[in-house]
């Protein structure tokens, strides 16, 4: 089992800034890559951003240019900054890991986003 643990959302005016941070812990995976999903009341859950095992990064075009994803792989933990946000960036974020070689995938519970004045 991996846990997967996500801290840093909040209430920010729109054009603020936030970083979401997602700890993961237990049987991690040699290899694997991590990702930050969100969903907004009434919608389908969808991809935000991700990156690999090897550092390569793939965002939705709706963030391209104001969100960034990372990772600090000594700490498994992957980050998300966020800039500029907009009130339609309102949801609840959530964590993903995937392994790359093994279908095992885990999610984190959450943490809401609210952009708003």
């Known amino acids: 089992q991996v846990q997967l643990v996500e801290s840093g959302g909040g209430l920010v005016q729109p054009g603020g800034s936030l970083r979401l941070s997602c700890a993961a812990s237990?049987?991690?995976?040699?290899?694997?890559?991590m990702g930050w999903y969100r969903q907004a009341p009434g919608k389908q859950r969808e991809l935000v951003a991700s990156i690999t095992n090897g550092g390569i990064t793939n965002y939705a075009d709706f963030v391209k240019g104001r969100f960034t994803i990372s990772r600090a792989y000594a700490k498994n933990t992957v980050y998300l900054q966020m800039n500029s946000l907009k009130p339609e960036d309102t949801a609840v974020y959530y964590c993903?890991?995937?392994?790359?070689?093994?279908?095992?995938?885990?999610w984190g519970q959450g943490t809401q986003v609210t952009v708003s004045s």
């Open positions: 237990g049987s991690i995976f040699s290899d694997y890559a």
């Open positions: 993903n890991t995937k392994a790359t070689y093994v279908p095992a995938e885990y």
